[in-house]
Each structure stands twice: as structure tokens, then as C-alpha cells.
């Protein structure tokens, strides 16, 4: 992880190793050293967040795909009525949503999987976005990025992560892997009551992987894992994960379990086909349990607004 400027105030190593929900030693100014239950219920926004230089293509073209070649009806889904009485929702991601017949499943559990430099953040910021916009609150918990980065992340897209800080709708938790790892039985048992009491519609942990490496063992760390996702489905919240992909494979994740965990499964790569002179982004839906939803894999690019899919172009 490249270190943070300077400037910023939040550095990783001002955490400590206090982890406790009725922390009462904690220096409440130093936004890393905020303990959980206490970052729901105050929401911080902060000291100002570092300047960080982000390198976006503003041009928005076409990805150097002809998009006049996509398929229509590849990617169409029947002109009939879907019915359903599950409440839905958008992911918030241009053209991946009309991969989606009629939504998302409220409350389901997501991960979006990929080697680095996917866009797997950005997504999950995005995700989050999308709720905040529409007025509703959220959880961002980042075991990678600092505070800071997080803030200034997502201003860089135009999103006002600040503001919604501000408003008490947003909590940003910047927590170390090991302290999570080593609290999580806490965590997993206190984390449905913060959320009911947040009111937050959306969550994020970005990224689990980080979380599973804290285990040696396979069988402690199915375990674990498992367990916390059972708590994030007993809190009710529509929740995303990022997870890393597997070096050998990237339709599987790094260590093989969050897949089978979750209700969807989204599979962000780089393609590097020999008629291309640079790697590409592709996107397609694994899986989401009680929808229907396009199995293609199309190209994507990371703008300065954020993910945006090209649903009607083809990758080869």
C-alpha cells in the first residue's frame, strides 16, 4: 500500500492496537484511533484529507472497442413482466445495471472480486454513492486505504463523501487488519445493533482478503469468515465486499471462500488480447441469487466519474 502524504493526519500507525467498543482511553481527535461503536454514532468527518493525484481519462471514448459490433439481443432480457415481491435496488454503475433485470436484491451480500488495479474500490465507492445520493445512509469500513485516501477517493469522482459526514449519514471506519481480526467475535455480535441504530441501508468492507489473511489455518478462517458473513446478513443492510482475485485464476478468489458466501459475485479483470497494444477492463456477473441477469462479459472503463460498462460492445 503506498504511503500517505505527509499532510494527512490519519496515518495508519496512530491506530494502535485499542480496539474495544467501550474504549474510553482513545484520543477521539485522531480520526484512525476512532473505535467502532463510536464511528456510527458520531459519523466523523475529519481532518481535511491530502491531496492525492489520481489519473483518470476524462474523455469518456469508446474504451477502443467498437461498439457497433455488440450483440443486442445478447444482452436483452425477454419483453415480458418480471414480477417479484423483493425489493430491488440499483448498483448505481452505468450499463451494469441494465445488465440486471429489475435489481438487486435489498439485503443481499456482494462481493466484487478482481486483481489490483480493477477498479474494485471504486465500485464499492460507487455502491455506496448511490445510496448517499438518494438520501439514505451508509457504512464504509476500509482495512487498506486510509481515512483520508477514502475522502479524497471518492471527492476525485465528484462524490461528496464530506458533506454526507457532515449530514450523519456516512461513517467512514479506517480499521487495522489485526485489530479486526482479533476483535471480530465483538464486532460480529455488536455490528447488527450499530447498523439498525446508523439507520444505513449500505455497507462496505474494502477488502476482505486482508481480513482472511490474518488466519493461517483454512479451517479457523472458513470458520471466521463465514461467521461474519452470517452477522452481516443478520443486520439487514445491503452489504459489499472486495476481495482479491486468485494469481492462477481470476473467476475465483484468492482464498476460495467468499464466493460461496455471497449472494452475488461481480468479477472485475484486465484482458490482454494479442490484437489489443494495451490491457483492457472487463466486467461480467458471476452469479445473484433471485435475479435474473446478463452472463456476458463486457468492457468497462474507470472515468473520472466513476465505473461506467459498455453493455453493447464485445470484448473479442
Known amino acids: 500500500m503506498p504511503p500517505d502524504s505527509d499532510t494527512a493526519t490519519d496515518e495508519r500507525g496512530t491506530q494502535g492496537g485499542d480496539f474495544g467498543f467501550d474504549s474510553g482511553d482513545t484520543d477521539q481527535s485522531e480520526e484512525s484511533g476512532l473505535d467502532f461503536e463510536e464511528a456510527f454514532d458520531q459519523a466523523p468527518s ?56 429489475v435489481g438487486v436484491p435489498e439485503r443481499s451480500l456482494i462481493v466484487a472480486m478482481g486483481g489490483a488495479g480493477s477498479g474494485k474500490t471504486t465500485f464499492a ?46 461513517a467512514v471506519v479506517d480499521l487495522d487488519p489485526v485489530d479486526m481480526a482479533n476483535s ?51 443486520a439487514g443492510v445491503t452489504t459489499m465486499l472486495t476481495s482479491e482475485a486468485d494469481a492462477d485464476n481470476p473467476f475465483a478468489s484468492r482464498y476460495g471462500i467468499i464466493e460461496y458466501l455471497t449472494d452475488a459475485v461481480f468479477v472485475l479483470r484486465h484482458v490482454r488480447p494479442e490484437d489489443f497494444q494495451e490491457t483492457r477492463l472487463a466486467i461480467e456477473i458471476q452469479k445473484i441469487r433471485d ?13 473520472n466519474t466513476g465505473l461506467s460498462v459498455y453493455r453493447q460492445a464485445n470484448i473479442f
Open 46 to 101: 475529519g481532518d481535511e484529507p491530502a491531496d492525492f493525484d489520481v489519473d483518470t481519462d476524462a474523455e469518456g471514448e469508446s474504451f477502443g472497442f467498437d461498439l457497433d459490433q455488440g450483440s443486442d439481443e445478447a444482452t436483452e432480457f425477454e419483453e415480458e413482466d418480471f414480477e417479484t415481491e423483493i425489493p430491488r435496488i440499483d448498483l448505481g454503475v452505468q450499463g451494469l445495471d441494465d445488465m440486471i433485470q
Open 125 to 170: 465507492l460507487q455502491f455506496l454513492h448511490e445510496a448517499l445520493a438518494n438520501g439514505n445512509r451508509g457504512v464504509y469500513i476500509t482495512l487498506e486505504e486510509s481515512y483520508g485516501r477514502v475522502i479524497q477517493s471518492a471527492r476525485e469522482k465528484g462524490w461528496e463523501f464530506g458533506r454526507y459526514e457532515d449530514e450523519g449519514r456516512l
Open 184 to 234: 471480530l467475535t465483538s464486532i460480529r455480535n455488536e455490528l447488527p445493533r450499530l447498523i439498525e441504530a446508523f439507520d444505513a441501508s449500505r455497507l462496505v468492507l474494502d477488502s476482505v482478503s486482508l481480513l482472511e489473511m490474518m488466519y493461517d489455518d483454512q479451517a479457523t478462517r472458513r470458520t471466521e469468515i463465514y461467521d461474519f458473513t452470517r452477522a452481516l446478513k443478520d
Open 291 to 303: 435475479a435474473n441477469h446478463s452472463r456476458e462479459t463486457k468492457p468497462f472503463e474507470i472515468t
